[in-house]
């Protein structure tokens, strides 16, 4: 899911089995037009204000049942 990487440091763009590109969400979206088609058609936004600290993942994330 693009929501789960978008969380990530560096995300490693595959193409035909080789790395295209290595780089953040927002680099990765703004240097391969597919992948940045991908971003907009899940609604979400490469500039998109992402939690990173580990309380801001834990308060998005549901409880354990």
Same mark, same amino acid.
């Given at each position: ?31 391969? /037009? ?19 600290? /580990? ?6 994330? /549901?409880?354990?049942?």
């Amino acid at each position: 899911r693009l929501s789960t990487i978008r969380r990530c440091d560096r995300v490693a763009y595959l193409d035909g089995g080789r790395i295209r590109h290595i780089g953040s969400f927002d680099e990765t979206a703004a240097a391969i /037009p597919e992948f940045a088609r991908a971003v907009s058609l899940a609604g979400l936004s490469s500039a998109e204000a992402a939690p990173t600290t /580990p309380d801001a993942l834990r308060a998005t994330e /549901p409880p354990i049942q």
